[in-house]
């Protein structure tokens, strides 16, 4: 059988940043295959993903200061690897001292915020770490704020959150770039090996993205060839050698991501693969309906409907915890699909795999990276921590190592319909989530109704695809309103609309007060049950996207 070709990759050493992850997809956005791994992990062990052709490594910023007791490392055969090295905050100071040159402790002082380096004029030469800023131009809006002492000074604007700085360099490096309090920003030597103290993969570095582009292809001399083409050959390739001649069954949820993982194992192995769609009561309006419409009868995917909404709701019934509620709901996943093998095994054979949307935040979320290599526990997605420990199904996970923005560029080159493409991501446990406190038919049935307005109303204000995010939460809190002469005790319902690039941080979506008017008119006055209307303002975080 053929083996899939090495993948280009640029590993990601996460030693605590907020935007460990996004410098991972910073580099994915540029078609080049990265991976975010804690620090601890030795080159020996990436080394046997034989599938890896590393061709650099970024070391991420975090909180800590390479002189803590617990300061994390690297492993020494990184640096010894001779493959380029771009250090970022902490990870330029690690560089730095790792390699003979010294740290100055802040003493509290921190440089943090937005900043202007000035990049000095030779810091575009060759040798080819030197050329990180090369090609680099700002816009005149940004040249319009900067006081430009020369017009051949390249000065950019970039983010800053640091402590201590580096104060002598190790032999063989060079400044590439100050600030007016720092007079090292940027260091360079001619074996690959550069250091960065701003962050170019947030927005508040304009120029950050050309920035990390310049390492990935100037310095690593990477190719860009992960695109969405590469990813379905090579998931189709690995797909056909883990599966063989064995049957799969596919948990189809209604959302894009187990819609993309359904099409791309369809098309690797056929009608080895059967789709299943649990109702299990916990549903958005419509939802049934429009799974079989688009895979029963538009795309011809073998489909079953299991009818479990009592099965569901008999076993969440006075249950309030939200943790408990998404382990219920796992394991009742895992047992219907459990029968429905023993079911299609009499007519088809047996049934060796199961298949999930599951995607690379997922994983990330669900077990932490930290320093120390002890994964905490965020949260138990029904992907992966809300599965139980003994299954009789084997995982087939074809988008395990993507970004949601990946998996709609692949969907779209599947052919899935662009709606399905764009829909807004629907969580595992479903609306159990989204009603806080106890479930029963008759709140499911408010809260279905209520999120049906909320999203029509922002479809028809054409806002849906600007939107990471929207939807109605159903709070265990009633209070007092007076509807025509009659007073009232009904239900406080909360709308959450966020945006975001990648789900692990959001933003609470500006919505004009005229379409919270509109959405807030329609559910108190359609829906008997609500008489109030809040919404959330809190970003992710310290809020999560979810309430639950």
Same mark, same amino acid.
């Given at each position: 059988m053929h083996t899939p070709e090495r993948r280009e990759a640029i590993i990601v050493f996460d030693y605590g940043s907020q935007y460990s992850r996004l410098i991972t997809r910073r580099i994915r956005e540029c078609h080049v295959y990265s991976e975010l791994v804690p620090a601890t992990t030795t080159l020996a062990e990436l080394q046997k993903n034989e599938l890896l052709d590393i061709k650099g490594f970024i070391f991420s910023g975090g909180p800590s200061s390479v002189y803590d007791l617990d300061a994390p490392a690297c492993d020494p055969a990184i640096l010894e690897s001779g493959l380029p090295i771009l250090g970022i905050c902490y990870g330029m100071q690690l560089l730095a001292k790792s390699l003979g040159g010294h740290v100055a402790l802040s003493h509290g002082l921190r440089e943090y915020g937005p900043a202007t380096i000035e990049v000095l004029p030779d810091a575009a030469q060759d040798p080819q770490s030197f050329r990180i800023f090369e090609g680099i131009t700002v816009s005149p809006q940004q040249t319009d704020n900067l006081e430009t002492p020369e017009a051949s000074t390249l000065r950019l604007p970039v983010w800053m959150s640091h402590g201590d700085s580096v104060d002598k360099l190790p032999e063989g490096f060079r400044v590439l770039a100050c600030t007016e309090s720092n007079p090292v920003a940027a260091i360079g030597s001619p074996k690959g090996y550069i250091g960065l103290q701003f962050h170019p993969e947030v927005t508040h570095t304009p120029q950050g993205k050309d920035i990390i582009r310049n390492f990935l292809f100037r310095v690593c001399a990477c190719e860009p060839t992960w695109t969405p083409g590469h990813v379905i050959d090579e998931a189709v390739e690995l797909l056909r050698q883990q599966v063989g001649k064995e049957h799969v069954i596919c948990g189809l949820s209604g959302g894009v991501d187990s819609a993309v993982a359904a099409l791309l194992i369809h098309k690797a192995i056929g009608d080895q693969l059967t789709c299943i769609f649990? @109702?299990?009561? %916990?549903? !958005?309006?419509?939802? !049934?309906?429009? /799974?079989?419409?688009?895979?029963?009868?538009?795309?011809?995917?073998?489909? #079953?409907? #299991? @009818?479990?909404?009592k099965r569901f709701l008999d076993r969440l019934a006075n249950v309030i915890d939200p943790e408990q509620k998404r382990k219920i709901i796992g394991e009742e996943f895992i047992r219907v699909f459990e029968d429905e093998s023993v079911r299609l095994a009499e007519a088809q054979g047996d049934i060796a795999f199961l298949a999930q949307g599951t995607l690379y935040p997922d #994983?990330?979320? +669900?077990?932490?990276? &930290?320093? $120390?290599?002890?994964?905490? +526990?965020?949260? +138990?997605?029904?992907? /992966?921590?809300? %599965?139980?420990k003994e299954m009789k199904l084997k995982l087939v996970e074809p988008l395990r190592m993507l970004f949601k923005d990946e998996v709609r560029e692949i969907g779209a080159a599947l052919g899935l319909p662009e709606d399905w493409v764009w829909r807004h991501p629907f969580p595992g446990p479903g609306l159990a989530i989204r009603?806080?406190? =106890?479930? @029963?038919?008759?709140? *499911?049935?408010? *809260? !279905? =109704?209520? @999120?049906?307005? #909320?999203?029509?109303?922002?479809?028809? $204000?054409?806002?849906?695809?600007? %939107?990471?995010?929207?939807?109605? /939460? %159903?709070?265990?809190?009633? +209070?007092?309103? /007076?509807?025509? &002469?009659? !007073?009232t005790y009904a239900n406080l319902v909360a709308i959450r609309a966020v945006t975001t690039g990648d789900f692990m941080t959001a933003d609470w979506a500006r919505l004009s007060p005229e379409l919270l008017g509109r959405i807030s008119n329609r559910l108190v006055n359609e829906i008997a049950e609500i008489n109030r209307v809040v919404y959330d303002i809190t970003s992710k975080p310290p809020a999560t996207i979810e309430w639950e």
């Amino acid at each position: 059988m053929h083996t899939p070709e090495r993948r280009e990759a640029i590993i990601v050493f996460d030693y605590g940043s907020q935007y460990s992850r996004l410098i991972t997809r910073r580099i994915r956005e540029c078609h080049v295959y990265s991976e975010l791994v804690p620090a601890t992990t030795t080159l020996a062990e990436l080394q046997k993903n034989e599938l890896l052709d590393i061709k650099g490594f970024i070391f991420s910023g975090g909180p800590s200061s390479v002189y803590d007791l617990d300061a994390p490392a690297c492993d020494p055969a990184i640096l010894e690897s001779g493959l380029p090295i771009l250090g970022i905050c902490y990870g330029m100071q690690l560089l730095a001292k790792s390699l003979g040159g010294h740290v100055a402790l802040s003493h509290g002082l921190r440089e943090y915020g937005p900043a202007t380096i000035e990049v000095l004029p030779d810091a575009a030469q060759d040798p080819q770490s030197f050329r990180i800023f090369e090609g680099i131009t700002v816009s005149p809006q940004q040249t319009d704020n900067l006081e430009t002492p020369e017009a051949s000074t390249l000065r950019l604007p970039v983010w800053m959150s640091h402590g201590d700085s580096v104060d002598k360099l190790p032999e063989g490096f060079r400044v590439l770039a100050c600030t007016e309090s720092n007079p090292v920003a940027a260091i360079g030597s001619p074996k690959g090996y550069i250091g960065l103290q701003f962050h170019p993969e947030v927005t508040h570095t304009p120029q950050g993205k050309d920035i990390i582009r310049n390492f990935l292809f100037r310095v690593c001399a990477c190719e860009p060839t992960w695109t969405p083409g590469h990813v379905i050959d090579e998931a189709v390739e690995l797909l056909r050698q883990q599966v063989g001649k064995e049957h799969v069954i596919c948990g189809l949820s209604g959302g894009v991501d187990s819609a993309v993982a359904a099409l791309l194992i369809h098309k690797a192995i056929g009608d080895q693969l059967t789709c299943i769609f649990v @109702d299990t009561g %916990l549903l !958005r309006a419509g939802e !049934r309906e429009q /799974v079989v419409e688009t895979f029963g009868n538009h795309m011809h995917i073998p489909l #079953v409907v #299991v @009818d479990a909404r009592k099965r569901f709701l008999d076993r969440l019934a006075n249950v309030i915890d939200p943790e408990q509620k998404r382990k219920i709901i796992g394991e009742e996943f895992i047992r219907v699909f459990e029968d429905e093998s023993v079911r299609l095994a009499e007519a088809q054979g047996d049934i060796a795999f199961l298949a999930q949307g599951t995607l690379y935040p997922d #994983v990330i979320e +669900s077990t932490s990276h &930290d320093t $120390a290599s002890t994964a905490k +526990s965020i949260k +138990s997605h029904h992907n /992966v921590g809300g %599965l139980p420990k003994e299954m009789k199904l084997k995982l087939v996970e074809p988008l395990r190592m993507l970004f949601k923005d990946e998996v709609r560029e692949i969907g779209a080159a599947l052919g899935l319909p662009e709606d399905w493409v764009w829909r807004h991501p629907f969580p595992g446990p479903g609306l159990a989530i989204r009603i806080i406190g =106890a479930i @029963d038919e008759q709140r *499911l049935e408010i *809260l !279905r =109704a209520a @999120d049906k307005i #909320v999203i029509e109303e922002i479809q028809k $204000a054409g806002i849906y695809r600007q %939107l990471g995010q929207a939807f109605a /939460v %159903l709070t265990p809190i009633q +209070s007092v309103g /007076v509807m025509g &002469d009659y !007073r009232t005790y009904a239900n406080l319902v909360a709308i959450r609309a966020v945006t975001t690039g990648d789900f692990m941080t959001a933003d609470w979506a500006r919505l004009s007060p005229e379409l919270l008017g509109r959405i807030s008119n329609r559910l108190v006055n359609e829906i008997a049950e609500i008489n109030r209307v809040v919404y959330d303002i809190t970003s992710k975080p310290p809020a999560t996207i979810e309430w639950e």
